[in-house]
Nanobody, 122 residues
Framework: QVRLVESGGGLVQTGGSLRLSCATS????????MGWFRQAPGKEREFVAA????????NYAYSVKGRFTISRDNAKNTVYLQMSSLKPEDTAVYYC???????????????WGQGTQVTVSS
């Protein structure tokens, strides 16, 4: 069974930073693209960022471009999401996901983590 385990969430003030991590030991990590999604209460899950298998290709939602950075370390089987200049509207549960091809649509990802809560106070 594939497990993706997120960590690094928490409570931060507006303008602050957090780094999320997502690790797995059951995937051949370097053969999967990775994505980050988020879901706020009462809202649909939305795309945040994605990264290709080698890390050379990245894609961001417009709402986070310039503030968030996705990266990966294939030697550590880990993907990261560095979040800076955080806003209250970034408050959500953040999920990492894995699939062979990077995409922006949640339904295209087969493997998901359990999520980590990020709360940005105003």
């Amino acid at each position: 069974q594939v497990r993706l385990v997120e960590s690094g969430g928490g409570l931060v003030q507006t303008g602050g930073s957090l780094r999320l991590s997502c690790a797995t030991s059951e995937l051949t990590f370097s053969t999967y693209a990775m994505g980050w999604f988020r879901q706020a209460p009462g809202k649909e899950r939305e795309f945040v960022a994605a990264i290709g298998r080698s890390g050379s290709i990245t894609n961001y939602a417009y709402s986070v471009k310039g503030r968030f950075t996705i990266s990966r370390d294939n030697a550590k089987n880990t993907v990261y999401l560095q979040m800076s200049s955080l806003k209250p509207e970034d408050t959500a549960v953040y999920y990492c996901a894995a699939e062979r091809v990077p995409g922006t649509i949640a339904l295209s990802y087969n493997y998901w983590g359990q999520g980590t809560q990020v709360t940005v106070s105003s």
